[in-house]
C-alpha cells in the first residue's frame, strides 16, 4: 500500500435527518424525504451523515439474543451413499441400554449387553465394548467421577440430567476412533467438568480435553450441555465434531480451545456459545463447516480466534457473534506476529446468506483474516476494530476489518466495517484483486477503506468510503468502476477520495464521487464515461452542486470537512458530451436520490455560482486541483480552470 504520511485528523462530524437506519440494512439509493436541504456551513445534504458519524455502531454480547434466533432445519439423507448419511443419528440403531447413575462419589449400573464390560471405581466408570447397537445413558450428580469409553463399534451416549466432574482427568473419555452420538435429553440440564491437572493418564492414550473422543463426535438433542475445560480444551475430537440443528452447548471456560478437531467441525444449527481463553472453534488440519443456528463466541486470550481453521471455513447461512479481546503476540515457532480474529482462515472462506458481526478490540485485532480467496454473498457483515498497531522489535501488525491474501469478492448483501485504531487500520483489503459485483457496503476507517495490491474494480452496489486519516479507495495496481454508487471521501493533502497512483484510472459507468486533498485522474483513452474534477477550498457542512445549462440538477454534495486544498472527482451517466455546466456552492435541493451526502436528481434552489465548464473532454478539470495530474493513458484533455500539471 502507498505511505505518504500519516496523521491523526479529527474529523468534523455532522448529522442529517435520516428517513431510514443504515445500521439496519444500508440502501445506497435513498429517496430523499427531507424536503429542504439547506447548503452553506451549516446546511446538509441527503439523508445519512456524510462524514460517517452513523457508522459509529458497536456490537455486544446481547445484540443476538438466545431466545430470538430462529434454528434451521436440518434434512435427514436417506441414501446410505450419500455424504454423511452415517452422521445422522436416525441413520443407526442402538437396541441395547445400560444406564448410569452417578451420586456423589459412587455410581450405580442397570442392565448389561453381551460384549460390553462395565467396571466402576467409586464415580469412575469404565465400559469396554466389542459389539454394536449399544447406549450408554447417563443420568446424576458426581463430585469426582467420570466416564471412559473403549469400543469397537460406534456407540451413543445419552446424557440426561448429569453433572459430572472429575478431579483425576477428563470428564468423559472416549478412547474409541469410531463414531459416539452424543445426545442431551430434550428439557435436561447436563454440566460436565475436568480436573486442572491430570494425574489418571495411560501410556498411549490421550485426553486432553473435558469431553474427549478419539473419534467423531457427533452432538443432537435440544437438552443443555455446559462443558468447562479447566486442563485444556474444552471439547476435542482428533477425528471431527458435527453439531446438529436443535443442540444446546455451552463451553463457559477453557484453558485453550472451546471445540477443537483434527479433521473438521460441521454446525447445521442449534445455539452454541463459546468463552475460552484461546480459541473458539479450532480446526487444527481440516476445514469448518457452518450452516446454521446461532454461534456466540467471547475470546480472551492473546492472538486467539473465535473461529479458525487450517483450510476452509464455509459460512452458508446462520448468525454468528465474534468477539475478540486479545493483543497481537510474538509466535516463536512461526518467527512471526499472531493476532485476535473474528474469523482466521488458512484456505479459501465463503460467507453466504449469513449474518455475522464481528468485533475485536485488542492490539492488531482483525475481523476476518483469511490466507485465501475471501467471498461475501447475500449477508449482513458487521465488523469493527478498536486496537491499536501492535509492534514487537522490527516487526508490526495493524488492525483490519476484512483482510485476504487472495482475491476478495463481494457480490451482495450488506457489508459494514469500523476500524478505527489509527496507523494500519484499513477497512476492506485484499492483497490481490478486490471486486464489488453488488450489495451495500459501507466503510468507516482510520486508513485507507478499501485497498488491493493488484487492482480494485467495482461493477455494481452502494459503496461509501469514509477514512479519517488517508484514503478513501487506494488501489496499488489499477482501479476500474463499472457501475454502481460510489462515495469516497479521504483526508486533506496528499490523500485522495480515489488513489491508483500512476496506473490505469477506468471508468465506463455509474454515479462516482471523490474527495479529498488530491485524486488520481481517470484515464482519458480508458474510460467510456466522462469525469470533471474540481480543485478549491472546501469546508464541511458546504454544499457543492453541479448544474446544466438548462437548469438540470446533476449532483449536490455536502462536504464532510474542511479542506484547505480540495480536489473533488465526479462522474456519471448524466455528464453529457458538449454540455455547459455550472458549479454553485450553498443554496438547497428537495427530493431526489441521496446517498451519503451525495445528491443525484434533485429540485435546486441555487445558491452561489463559483465556475463553469464544458464537457469537450472525457477528463475536465477545474480550479487548482492538489496532486492531481496522474494522467496515464493519455492526456485527460481541458484544463480551463488552470489545475495543475505534472
Known sequence: MKRKYMGFLACCLLCWACSVDPLDELDGNEKNETGNNTG????????????????????????MADSDFEDTSERVPTDENEDEYEDFIENSSFTSQIAIAYNGTSATVTGAAEGVTVTTDGAHVTVSSTVKGVEYILSGTATDGSFKAYSEKKFKLTLNGLSLTSAQGAAINIQSGKRVFVEAVDGTVNTLTDASSYTNTVNGEDQKACFFSEGQLLFSGSGELTVSGNYKHGICSDDYVYLHSGVRITVASAVKDA?????????????????????????????????????????????????????????????????????????????????????????????????????STGAAGKGIN???????????????????????GSLDSSPKGIKADGDLTVESGTVQVRTTGGEGSEGIESKSTLTINGGNICVYAYDDCLNATNNITINNGNVYCYSSGNDGIDSNGTLTITGGMVVASGTTVP?????????????????????????????????????????????????????????????????PRTYNQMTLLFSSPSLASGTNYSIYTGGSVDGGTSFYGLTVGANYSAGTSVSSFTTTNMVTIIGSTGGGGNFPGGNPGGNPGGGKRP
Open 40 to 63: 452553506g456551513e451549516t446546511g446538509g445534504s441527503g439523508n445519512v451523515d456524510a462524514s460517517g458519524n452513523l457508522l459509529d455502531f458497536d456490537i455486544n454480547w446481547d445484540d
Open 259 to 359: 471445540i477443537h478437531a483434527n479433521d473438521k467441525i460441521v454446525m447445521n444449527g442449534g445455539l452454541v456459545k463459546l468463552t475460552p481463553s484461546g480459541d473458539g472453534m479450532d480446526c487444527e488440519d481440516g476445514s469448518i463447516d457452518i450452516r446454521g443456528g446461532l454461534l456466540k463466541a467471547n475470546i480472551t486470550g492473546a492472538a486467539s480466534k473465535a473461529v479458525k481453521a487450517e483450510t476452509d471455513i464455509t459460512v452458508a447461512g446462520g448468525q454468528l457473534l465474534l468477539l475478540t479481546s486479545g493483543d497481537a503476540e510474538y509466535d516463536s515457532t512461526d518467527k512471526d506476529l499472531s493476532s485476535s480474529a473474528g474469523m482466521k482462515c488458512g484456505g479459501d472462506l465463503t460467507i453466504s446468506d449469513a449474518s455475522v458481526s464481528i468485533k
Open 370 to 392: 483469511c490466507d485465501g480467496k475471501l467471498t461475501l454473498s447475500a449477508s449482513t457483515v458487521k465488523i469493527v476494530t478498536t486496537g491499536q498497531q501492535y509492534v514487537y
Open 495 to 559: 490523500e485522495d477520495g480515489f488513489d491508483c497512483d500512476q496506473n490505469t484510472f477506468k471508468i465506463t459507468g455509474g454515479t462516482i464521487l471523490g474527495i479529498g486533498g488530491s485524486t488520481s485522474t481517470p484515464t482519458s483513452n480508458a474510460c467510456t464515461q466522462r469525469s470533471v474534477i474540481y480543485g478549491g477550498s472546501g469546508t464541511s457542512g458546504t454544499l457543492l452542486s453541479i448544474i446544466s445549462a438548462d437548469g438540470t440538477h446533476l449532483m449536490s454534495y455536502t462536504i
